[in-house]
C-alpha cells in the first residue's frame, strides 16, 4: 500500500527538483537572451544616446533643431508616414489577391515580391534612378524630388505587409465569411465585421516594419534624392554626412531623435495591434 501510494503521490522533492531544473533553464534562456539584445541592440543604441548628450542638453538640441536637421527629419518622418499608409493598403489588397485569385503567372508575382529583400539597396537605388531620371525611358522623372523619395521607399518596404498578412488570409476560415454571405451581409460588410478584425493585428505589425525600414532607409534613397539640402536630403543621408565632416554630436544627435519617433510610433502601432487582437 505504501508502495502504491508512492508511486501515486511522488516526493515533493522530486517536484521541486524539477521545478528548480525547469527554471534553471528559463533563468539560462533569458540570460542568453538579454546579453545577445544588449550585445546586438541595447549597448549601441545607448552608446549612440550618450554620445549625443555627451557635451550637454544644451548642445544636443541645438544640434536636433539645426535648420538643416530638422529638415531631414520632417521629410523623413512625413515620408515614413506616407510609405506606411500606402502599404498597409496595397499589401493587404496584394496578399488578398495572392492567397484568393487565381490568375496566369501568380508564382512569379509571388517570388518578385521577396525582390527587395534580395536586391542590396544602392543597387534599387540606381534601378530607380535609371527608370526614373532624366530622361526616363518611361517618361515619368522623379529624380531630385520628394516625390521620387517615397517612391524609393515604396520599393524597399514592399514585401512587410504583404508577407505579414498572407499567412493570416491562409489560415482564416472561408466559411465564416460564406455564413456571412448567406444571412444576407454584403462584401464590404462581411470583409469590415469579419475579415478585416482578423487581418488587424498582421497589417499593423506589418506597416509597422514598414514605417521602421522607411525611417531609417539609406541606399535605396542616396542616389535618387542627391542628396538637396531642405528639399530632398533624408536623415540617414544628412547623418552620414554629419560622420564625414566629423560632427559626431550632430549625427547622434539626429540619430536619437529618430530613435525616439520610431519608438513611439512601433509602440502605439502595438497597442493598436493588441486592441484589434483583443476585440476580433
Given at each position: 500500500m505504501a508502495d502504491a501510494t508512492a508511486t501515486l503521490h511522488p516526493?515533493?522533492?522530486?517536484?521541486?527538483?524539477?521545478?528548480?531544473?525547469?527554471n534553471s533553464g528559463t533563468a539560462f534562456g533569458v540570460g542568453l537572451a538579454t546579453l545577445w539584445?544588449?550585445?546586438?541592440?541595447?549597448i549601441p543604441l545607448g552608446a549612440v544616446v550618450w554620445?549625443?548628450?555627451?557635451?550637454?542638453?544644451?548642445?544636443?538640441?541645438?544640434?536636433?533643431?539645426?535648420?538643416?536637421?530638422a529638415a531631414a527629419i520632417r521629410l523623413t518622418v512625413a515620408s515614413a508616414l506616407i510609405v506606411a499608409a500606402i502599404n498597409a493598403v496595397l499589401g493587404t489588397l496584394?496578399?488578398?489577391?495572392l492567397v484568393r485569385d487565381d490568375f496566369p503567372g501568380k508564382r512569379i508575382v509571388d517570388a518578385v515580391i521577396d525582390l527587395p529583400f534580395a536586391?542590396?539597396?544602392i543597387v534599387a537605388g540606381l534601378v530607380l534612378l535609371t527608370l526614373y531620371g532624366v530622361n526616363s525611358p518611361v517618361g515619368v522623372e522623379l529624380a531630385y524630388t520628394r516625390a521620387g523619395v517615397v517612391v524609393a521607399l515604396l520599393f524597399v518596404t514592399l514585401p512587410f505587409v504583404v508577407r505579414t498578412v498572407q499567412p493570416v488570409l491562409h489560415e482564416l476560415d472561408v466559411e465564416m465569411e460564406q455564413a456571412a454571405t448567406s444571412l444576407g451581409a454584403s462584401k464590404f460588410t462581411t470583409f469590415r465585421r469579419i475579415v478585416l478584425?482578423?487581418?488587424?493585428?498582421?497589417?499593423?505589425?506589418g506597416t509597422a516594419l514598414a514605417f521602421a525600414r522607411a525611417i531609417s532607409e539609406f541606399g535605396a534613397t542616396v542616389l535618387i534624392s542627391n542628396n538637396l539640402p531642405f528639399k530632398t536630403q533624408v536623415a540617414s543621408v544628412y547623418i552620414f554626412g554629419q560622420i564625414e565632416?566629423?560632427?559626431?554630436?550632430?549625427?547622434?544627435?539626429?540619430?536619437t531623435v529618430l530613435l525616439v519617433i520610431a519608438l513611439v510610433v512601433l509602440l502605439g502601432l502595438d497597442l493598436l495591434q493588441r486592441?484589434?487582437?483583443?476585440?476580433?
Open positions: 516526493p515533493l522533492f522530486g517536484r521541486r527538483s524539477g521545478l528548480r531544473r525547469l539584445m544588449s550585445l546586438l541592440v541595447f554620445r549625443a548628450q555627451k557635451d550637454g542638453v544644451a548642445s544636443f538640441w541645438d544640434a536636433a533643431t539645426a535648420p538643416e536637421a496584394i496578399a488578398w489577391v536586391l542590396p539597396t478584425p482578423n487581418l488587424a493585428p498582421a497589417i499593423s505589425a565632416a566629423d560632427n559626431t554630436v550632430g549625427a547622434a544627435a539626429v540619430a486592441w484589434a487582437a483583443r476585440h476580433a
